[in-house]
């Protein structure tokens, strides 16, 4: 319960962070949050085996995916450091993948190639076309936008734990994905907070 309790203050430390580089939001703590997340990162890619392979290869495939297809994602220096950081980390995995196998069942690898990866991808797909379909910063729009993926969050979140189809997971790959959508509902939820102040702030500027 711990882990996904810190996989939730993650995401919301993540949009913290967005918001200081693209609103320049929060900058008086900018060295405090940015410590914070690169310890959590660090400790995410330390954990253990199973927890680093997929935190390092999520940062190196959404690196690489977010310099080709949405470079304003990861123009922050924080960003990008992280992304370098975990290249070796990821490298590391691949030359010892036979010892990372190891470490698991059959059903652990077979589920996390044929049911986690497809669940992220169509994931970070779906971030990615939420981006160029609402690309504000703020507005009631990107509340909205928002709103909705906090409550596909929730579904989610709930299928996952409680859904016979997914009852069948092992246990590493149902915290991985726990793990994973925790952290985009921290995300979420952060920002749906700080948007509705700026929506407010702004609509009352204009009295």
């Known amino acids: 319960m711990l882990l996904e309790l810190i996989s939730f203050i993650y995401g919301i430390l993540s949009n913290v962070i967005d918001y200081m580089y693209d609103s320049e939001l929060f900058l008086e703590n900018k060295q405090f949050f940015e410590l914070i997340f690169v310890l959590l990162t660090i400790f ?29 994602a990861v123009d922050a220096p924080i960003w990008k450091n992280l992304i370098y950081l975990s290249i070796p980390i990821f490298i590391y995995h691949i030359l010892h993948l036979n010892s990372l196998i190891e470490s698991f069942t059959g ?9 986690v ?29 928002k709103i ?18 997914f009852q069948e997971l092992t246990n590493p790959n149902l915290l ?21 102040q700026l929506t407010h702030l702004f609509e009352k500027n204009k009295i």
């Open 44 to 72: 995410f890619f330390l954990y253990n085996k199973y927890i680093s392979f997929f935190g390092t290869g999520l940062f190196v495939a959404g690196g690489i995916g977010g310099f080709i297809f949405a470079p304003h």
């Open 148 to 165: 909705f993926q906090f409550v596909i969050l929730i579904v989610l979140l709930y299928f996952l734990n409680y859904s016979s189809y």
């Open 176 to 196: 991985i994905l726990n793990i994973f959508y925790l952290a985009w509902l921290g995300n979420i939820t952060s920002g749906i907070y700080i948007l509705s």
């Open 117 to 145: 990866i497809p669940i992220v991808c169509v994931s970070l797909l779906f971030a990615l076309i939420e981006d160029y379909i609402v690309p504000e910063e703020h507005g009631k729009k990107k509340l909205y936008d």
């Open 107 to 115: 059903e652990d690898i077979k589920q996390f190639i044929f049911r």
